[in-house]
């Protein structure tokens, strides 16, 4: 147990230190699914795992509610210290694994109908998307173990540039309009992976070539860190092609962009609408708690390493999982990411939720909204908001006119 001292001299335990487990437990109902159909011979039993993430996951986070409780700032050096926390985040990585390599398995190896295949589609996928939350943890440490890790955890799903983009792209340009992983008001969840994708893509590439001609390596080599991941994605597929026969790929391809689409939704959350300002020369501020979209609800935070205290996070991104903090004063989601994502995917249902609330934390100024370009006027017009930047170009537009 971890034993440290407030300013109080009062000893600090951690009162969430068994809930991290929960971490290792949920990413392992893959198998309930399979287990089911196995034990009635009912392939709808398949989507009891899709029911759960989407349907039970939320529900589980409105009945435990929110945590506030913050760690003291004296106990903080001693919990970052504690490597109990750490092995569970390295004891995930062979269980996400076995997790992936299981569902591929059993539907190579099942008669199952197409909406068997789809539900293990969409539950593989979520597999994955716990992949990426993991890569997310421990890509953002110093210590060569955990980046290793980091990268070899995301190559299941053929996402290892995420490991480049995110630490070195998106937390230098969140929350504003040069970042593809910062969502815009006006745009759908279906218009957003359009962008950040192949956004996502490219600028991890640019990062990359950048940072190996300045060490004058060459791009395509074993020292270009996209590379080292995908190796290891190709090595995989490869022999689950070889040992479960090549019809294995379409399926491998299809479970893995729901599981990239899983940070997609995350991205979109995250960081809705918000906009950091701009001083005279352009340069945007420091990121600070309010750019991002935080949560404290209980089990989603336990099942996904705090990621929803992501107001800490983008503001300290070196802080580990179980020392990040809840801010006061900062945009707030309504329920958690299983909730969220829901939403997400309903577009009008999304607006209604989150506009409100984008809205009032900007005071309905249209210039400290991270808005869709294309978009902007009617927004503007729907929600009465201020806009000088419209009301600018308007009154250029009218001195350009020609008279009649």
């Avoid at 210039?367 to 009465?384: D, K, M, S, T």
């Amino acid at each position: 147990m971890l034993h440290a001292t407030r300013y109080d001299d009062t000893p600090y335990r951690d009162r969430k230190r068994y809930a991290w487990l929960l971490s290792l437990v949920v990413p392992c109902t893959v198998g309930v699914g399979p287990a089911l159909m196995l034990w009635t011979g009912e392939p709808l039993a398949l989507w009891t795992p899709v029911a759960f993430f989407y349907l039970v996951a939320p529900l589980l986070d409105w009945l435990l509610g929110v945590d506030h409780s913050n760690p003291p700032e004296s106990a903080v050096p001693a919990l970052e210290r504690d490597r109990y926390y750490r092995r569970i985040t390295y004891l995930l990585v062979p269980v996400l694994w076995a997790a992936f390599i299981f569902s591929t398995w059993f539907v190579a190896t099942q008669a199952l109908p197409w909406h068997g295949v789809l539900a293990m589609v969409l539950t593989t996928g979520t597999v994955g998307g716990f992949c990426i939350n993991l890569g997310h943890e421990l890509g953002h440490k110093n210590s060569k173990l955990e980046r290793w890790l980091a990268k070899l955890v995301l190559a299941p799903t053929a996402y290892g540039h995420f490991f480049i983009e995110h630490n070195r792209g998106h937390h230098r340009d969140v929350a504003t309009p040069a970042d593809p992983a910062s969502s815009r008001m006006g745009e759908s969840i279906y218009r957003f992976v359009l962008r950040e994708m192949p956004g996502a893509l490219r600028r991890a590439w640019a990062l990359e070539k950048d940072r190996l001609a300045r060490q004058q390596l060459p791009l395509i080599s074993w020292h270009n860190e996209i590379l080292q991941p995908a190796l290891i994605t190709v090595l995989l597929w490869t022999a689950l092609a070889l040992w479960l026969g090549p019809f294995v790929l379409p399926f491998l391809v299809v479970a893995s962009f729901w599981a990239n689409f899983q940070l997609t939704s995350a991205n979109y959350v995250e960081h809705y609408g918000l906009l950091r300002t701009q001083d005279a020369s352009g340069r945007y501020e420091p990121c600070q708690p309010h750019h991002s979209w935080n949560s404290n609800h209980l089990f989603s935070n336990w099942a996904l390493f705090h990621l929803q205290r992501h107001s800490d996070h983008h503001a300290h991104p070196l802080r580990r999982y179980q020392s990040l903090r809840h801010f006061d004063h900062v945009p707030q989601l309504p329920i958690g990411y299983f909730g969220m994502f829901t939403l997400a995917y309903v577009p009008p249902l999304w607006r209604r939720v989150m506009d409100p609330r984008l809205l009032a934390m900007a005071g309905r100024d249209a210039n400290r909204i991270n808005i869709e370009p294309r978009q902007r006027a009617q927004v503007v017009r729907r929600y009465g908001l201020r806009d000088v930047t419209l009301a600018l170009d308007v009154q250029a537009d009218r001195r350009h006119r020609p008279r009649r």
